[in-house]
């Protein structure tokens, strides 16, 4: 019998972070033996901020990759894949925006945030907006099972669970009373699926809140985010420059801990409970320094990220073995997209010229 599918990815917009690791790479690493997993590097995507800046984008193609190998992600049970060589997700795209409404995506929530705190003003392409519909394409393109995403990706994973709904409903005669999880059982092409969030589905960045004094995610594109890439020196670095209680500015001054990166951080990566706990309460009362704690996280991250270097550093001893990596996995993820677009092409009875419908890798 063969596994369940997951399907998730990245944005080539920089270098994986610890965001990455505790939202999405650290499940997908468990997931790998039990699940038939794709993930995508979602390379149009990227062109939605970067469009002056292709060469760049195709760095972080590569450098997303040698991310994930170094996180542990194993090609052999992984397949990897890069969305523009996948002609499927892009007519599929197109589809699925006549399925969604326009004031619909815009009432999209990480669209907005997204608007905001990259400040793109007013001065954003019409391809930002067509984006998470892009998304509903490269998850659905693959029909899976499961999805595990950071907690900014459930507003579009909604609408890919109501493009999904539509296009059965419209397409596959599924009655509009069938439950999500019956969808494929009643005829459907596209299952409705659930997110999988992490235990730490939004890392906070290292760098403060935003103009409304909320504290910003982690984000390769805030400039706030500490790298699976960033070697000792730099995690020392930016962990002590990190933000933290703004007004504590000293030992004996007695100190926020909600809120606070530094004790998120702690929290989510020290698995020390009973050192964490004291220090709270020593950093509440004022009888312990930023700098002690913060050297005792520098520690605990400097730990989880050796075997992460120790892997990358034999990888670059072999780039060609990127590149294959790239094209092996994009090659078996593209006979996957064109089964799916096959039969979404039959039930949206376009189906006219079948023969046109070959691709060959061989020149
Ligand atoms: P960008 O700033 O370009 O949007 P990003 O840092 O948000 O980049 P994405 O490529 O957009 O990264 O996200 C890839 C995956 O990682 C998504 O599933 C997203 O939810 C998850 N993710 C990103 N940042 C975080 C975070 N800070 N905490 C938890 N999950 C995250
Ligand atoms: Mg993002």
Request: charged share 25%.
């Amino acid at each position: 019998m063969s596994k369940p599918r997951i399907l998730t990815g990245d944005t080539p917009t920089g270098r994986l972070h610890l965001g990455h690791w505790v939202g999405s790479v650290e499940n997908r690493v468990k997931l790998q033996d039990s699940y038939d997993c794709y993930f995508i590097i979602a390379n149009m995507h990227a062109f939605t901020t970067r469009m002056e800046d292709p060469a760049a984008i195709r760095q972080s193609v590569l450098d997303i990759v040698i991310d994930y190998l170094s996180a542990g992600i194993d090609p052999v049970k992984s397949t990897i894949f890069v969305q523009s060589e996948i002609p499927a997700i892009a007519e599929l795209t197109f589809l699925f925006s006549m399925l969604l409404s326009f004031p619909r995506v815009m009432r999209n929530p990480t669209i907005k945030s997204e608007i905001r705190d990259k400040d793109l003003g007013d001065n954003y392409p019409f391809g930002f907006l067509l984006y998470p519909i892009g998304q509903v394409a490269d998850i659905l393109a693959f029909r899976p099972s499961l999805v595990p995403v950071g907690e900014d990706q459930v507003p579009h994973l909604e609408m890919a669970r109501e493009v999904a709904r539509r296009f059965n409903q419209l397409y596959c005669q599924v009655s509009p009373h069938t439950e999500d999880k019956d969808n494929i059982k009643a005829g459907g092409l596209f299952p409705v699926i659930e997110p999988l969030l992490s235990n730490t589905p939004r890392l906070v960045g290292i760098g403060g809140p935003n103009q409304d004094g909320n504290l910003l995610k982690m984000s390769k594109s805030l400039n706030n985010a500490i790298f699976l890439s960033d070697d000792a020196d730099a995690v020392h670095k930016k962990v002590m420059a990190m933000y933290t209680d703004p007004n504590r500015l000293k030992k004996t001054d007695k100190g926020q801990v909600e809120n606070n990166p530094l004790w998120i951080f702690h929290d989510t990566f020290n698995s020390d409970k009973a050192w964490v706990e004291e220090a709270k309460d020593k950093y509440r009362q004022g009888q312990i320094g930023d700098v002690e704690c913060k050297k005792k996280l520098i520690e605990v991250l400097i730990a989880l990220l050796k075997p992460m270097h120790q892997r990358r550093q034999a990888l670059l001893k072999n780039p060609e073995q990127i590149l294959e990596v790239l094209k092996q996995g994009t090659m078996k993820a593209n006979e996957i997209a064109e089964v799916t677009l096959k039969h979404t092409k039959e039930l949206i009875k376009q189906d006219y010229i079948k023969e046109l419908r070959h691709i060959s890798y061989s020149n």
